[in-house]
């Protein structure tokens, strides 16, 4: 499809010298995001506007007839100009929702996306079917990026104590800034590679690790490939690396019964419980994401005696 050049996105030149209503704006850039073949422009544009006028869905639509003013017309020009580059409305907003919680995000960090939560819900059934969510837990998550991972698990684990490893210290000024606002002070941030600097034992352990093929990285999408942190994605040659070194450092850090869970990407699954099997954890059947791909691998330390 061809793209309207992104010097054409003005829509108060578009529309003559006459301002806009908020309705009118938010159709335009629609207009605008739909002609470029932007995935979901009416929500896309229902974000930016809203983001710039500080509305919510519900008072944008009370909003409608408002008419905008010559600033208000060059700030949401200005930001849809930017989804047209492609980046990802999360960055341009700065924040991204995940498990229900509003979540700062920058250059430095992944965007947190749905099939994600994958790796929660089935950390969180791993635990109902061992025990009570009240239950004090240490967990810890390997490459915690914004923090996605180990604070919805704090969210629903109330008496838990967290840690959250990264080796950006501009993710983990993220992730501490995400614990501060959702006052969840029972996570620790601390500086290293996946779970060199932890000790156990721990209780759970999760990660969304970088899985990409290093060769695959220039065929993603422009969302992905030019705004996601590059160490974020790149995950070695098979894009098998950090379960590599998942292997070699977790059995030794979890408890006897004790939860590991991670993300893979598309067809990994079976190489993952491989590898993570060989190192002495069980496997349990994988949980598939809501598009039917097995997303989250989950396997459990030997009990005692066992």
Not at 166 to 171: E, Q
Not at 174 to 201: F, K, Q, Y
Not at 265 to 289: H, I, K, N
Request: proline share 7%.
């Amino acid at each position: 499809m061809m793209t309207t050049p992104i010097a054409d996105v003005t829509i108060f030149a578009r529309h003559g010298a006459k301002a806009l209503d908020v309705t009118g704006a938010r159709r335009a850039v629609v207009e605008r995001f739909r002609h470029a073949g932007i995935d979901s422009p009416e929500l896309d544009a229902r974000i930016l506007v809203g983001h710039v006028l500080s509305l919510d869905h519900a008072a944008l639509a009370a909003a409608g007839t408002r008419r905008l003013t010559a600033e208000e017309g060059s700030a949401i020009d200005a930001l849809a100009r930017r989804r047209l580059a492609h980046e990802p409305v999360a960055r341009i907003v700065g924040n991204k929702e995940f498990w229900s919680l509003k979540l700062r995000v920058d250059s430095t960090t992944l965007v947190p996306r749905p099939e994600t939560e994958t790796v929660v819900a089935a950390a969180l059934a791993a635990i109902d079917a061992d025990g009570s969510r009240a239950t004090a837990m240490r967990i810890a998550d390997l490459g915690t990026g914004s923090g996605a991972l180990l604070l919805a698990l704090l969210a629903e684990l109330p008496n838990s104590f967290g840690i959250g490893t990264d080796k950006s210290f501009g993710a983990l000024s993220v992730a501490r800034d995400n614990a501060h606002s959702l006052n969840l002070d029972r996570a620790e941030l601390v500086a290293c590679d996946m779970g060199a600097a932890l000790r156990g034992p721990l209780d759970l352990i999760v990660s969304n690790p970088p899985y990409i093929p290093s060769g695959d990285i220039a065929a993603l999408a422009p969302e992905v490939r030019d705004f996601d942190p590059r160490p974020a994605l790149d995950g070695g040659p098979d894009g098998l690396n950090f379960y590599r070194g998942i292997a070699a450092t977790v059995p030794a850090l979890l408890k006897p019964g004790g939860a590991l869970v991670v993300e893979v990407g598309t067809g990994q699954a079976q190489a993952v419980l491989a590898l993570l099997a060989a190192a002495g954890l069980a496997p349990s059947p994988p949980r598939a994401d809501l598009d039917g791909v097995p997303r989250a691998v989950v396997m459990t330390s030997a009990r005692k005696g066992s």
